[in-house]
Nanobody, 123 residues
Framework: VQLQAFGGGLVQAGGFLRLSCANS????????MGWYRQAPGKQRELVAS???????DYADSVKGRFTISGDNAKPAVYLQMNSLKPEDTAVYYC??????????????????WGQGTLVTVSS
């Protein structure tokens, strides 16, 4: 599994960014993909997640501002971040947890992380 994350950058408060993350390895039969973030001196926290069935979950701090969407084909996950605030500044990590099958049909359950992408929101 290789997760490639893109889209971080520097933006002013009130602005927007769109993060993208795609799996370039073996396909998943079912999964949950999500975005986590880690600010300096803080623990990593869940921002938003989406399942292969389309169920979504958001941290209270981003509800109404961020929207997560997915593409089951790869799978890929996108995070549209609007009305950004300085407190959204963090390294954002893509994550996938799910079930794959080997060439011989053996189930493989796993959880994987992509490299982080830095989001900086200036006041």
């Amino acid at each position: 599994v290789q997760l490639q994350a893109f889209g971080g950058g520097l933006v002013q408060a009130g602005g927007f960014l769109r993060l993208s993350c795609a799996n370039s390895g073996r396909r998943f039969s079912r999964y949950v993909m999500g975005w986590y973030r880690q600010a300096p001196g803080k623990q990593r926290e869940l921002v938003a997640s989406i399942s292969s069935g389309g169920n979504t979950d958001y941290a209270d701090s981003v509800k109404g501002r961020f929207t997560i969407s997915g593409d089951n084909a790869k799978p890929a996950v996108y995070l549209q971040m609007n009305s950004l605030k300085p407190e959204d500044t963090a390294v954002y990590y893509c994550n996938i947890e799910g079930l794959q099958y080997s060439d011989s049909g053996e189930p493989i359950a796993g959880r994987y992380w992509g490299q982080g992408t830095l989001v900086t929101v200036s006041s």
